[in-house]
């Protein structure tokens, strides 16, 4: 019927976050528009939509606007109940995803940009502290699953799987443009063993960027001294 | 019941946050009061990660971070909700509840600096509170409609706290006539029972905090 359970994704190829919600869409297997916005000239209904932040992803759900990647994630959970739970029930378990989501945003995510945006000193620096945080979420998952990875393939994958899907799947280019191996499988083998088996799904390769495009999307932006941002 | 207890300072805007909710809620709790100069083994064994206060201990079992916490707390004693019912409205919630975590930084921000990054902070928190006034309430008597929710303590924290640390700073950002929405709210917020009963004195706070401020600049 037109118009019930209309959704529409604003995204954009290489963001990470917008990957967070075309996974999510596809492990529900809900169907969608997907819009491509160019960041340098955001349409007119992306700015109506989120007024706030102007950003992507935006996902719109019968007209009516949701922003921000994670929030949507549980927008996504909550709405359409149907298929696998990207979270679980109970509200222990939900509050230890909600905390590392938390993590990964705003401790992982923050040192990483600190990491592209410095040079020197700084950028030594950076380096130290990304490898902290690190650190810290491998021991994290290591708890949180103690019994390692469990199988993971299109039909089970929840919350913590996209995030890190969204975040590390595409190592390999990162490594490339920056020369540096974050993803480690000497200091971080759950982290690397997870996105290694993360990535062989095919759910995942069709929606994480080529990595060819994505090297030189990368390197333009490093050339140029551009800074992602949604 | 599984014991409940709460890891704080009476100093700390997210305390209180934790505090409002389990008192809307109705649910007893035992307050551990920490000496963040030098904090408790178990807080240390509890939060691990940013060795910060709050931390709430449910039967043993802590969860940290004031917005995890009060949604935990949310969805483990549903009487009295705090978050609206339908997920659209929800998702929205919580859009404020992280808008009010990313951006309130600003006010801590403000609190502990001087000079020109006094002045950028000040700039900053003045954007957040022009965004909230502007996009964030609209006419409702609360942000969660017509009774408080989780996104009035998330922002009924950082604004009785921007109003004390303004003074210490000698900053006015918050007037009434530049955010009479906000102005509004925050009275009706402070009218709300349990949290007139369960706000830190203003005077005693402003006392109590610009000592802190003083510390934070001799030791820098």
Known sequence: MEGENEVKLHG???????????????????????????????????????????????????????????????YIDETWQNGPRLLPQDPYQRAQIRFWASFIQQQLFGSFYKLISSNGEEQEKAVEEVFEKMNVLEKGMKELLPEGVPEVDGNNS??????????????????????????????????????????????VKGVLPPHDKLVALLQFMKQNGLKPSS | MAEVK???????PFVYRVIWALKLKGVPY?????????????????????????????????????????????????????????PHDRALARFWIKF??????????????????????????????????????????????????????????????????EDIVGAKLFESHKFPRLHAWIETFKQVPVIEENLPNRDELLV?????????????
């Open chain 2, 208 to 220: 109590a905090l610009k000592l802190r401020r003083e510390q934070l600049m001799a030791s820098a």
């Open chain 2, 100 to 165: 009010a975590e990313d951006k309130g930084v600003a006010v801590w921000k403000m609190f502990r600096s001087t000079g020109q990054e006094l002045q950028n902070t000040m700039k900053e928190a003045l954007e957040m509170l022009q965004t909230v006034e502007e996009h964030g309430l609209g006419e409702k008597k609360f942000f969660n409609g017509d009774n408080i929710g989780l996104v009035d303590l998330a922002f009924g924290s950082i604004v009785y706290w921007l109003q004390v640390i």
């Open chain 1, 12 to 74: 954009m190829w290489a963001s990470t976050y917008s990957k967070r919600v075309e996974l999510a869409l596809k492990v529900k297997g809900i169907p969608y528009e997907y819009i491509e916005e160019d960041l340098r000239n955001k349409s007119p209904l992306l700015l109506q939509y989120n007024p706030v932040y102007k950003k992507v992803p935006v996902l719109v759900h019968n007209g009516k606007p949701i922003a921000e990647s994670y929030i949507i994630l549980e």
């Open chain 2, 6 to 12: 709460l890891h704080g300072t009476l100093l700390s």
């Open chain 2, 30 to 86: 035992e307050f551990v009061a920490e000496d963040l100069s030098n904090k408790s083994a178990l807080l240390l064994k509890h939060n691990p990660v940013h060795k910060k206060i709050p931390v709430l201990v449910h039967g043993g079992k802590p969860v940290c971070e004031s917005m995890v916490i009060l949604e935990y707390i949310e969805e483990t004693w549903p009487q009295n909700p705090l978050m609206p019912n339908n």
């Open chain 1, 158 to 203: 929840g919350v913590l799987d996209i995030l890190v899907t969204a975040t590390f799947g595409p190592y390999k280019a990162h490594e490339e443009v920056f020369g540096l191996k974050v993803l480690d499988p000497e200091k971080y083998p759950l982290l690397f063993s997870w996105v290694q088996k993360l990535n062989e799904i095919p759910l």
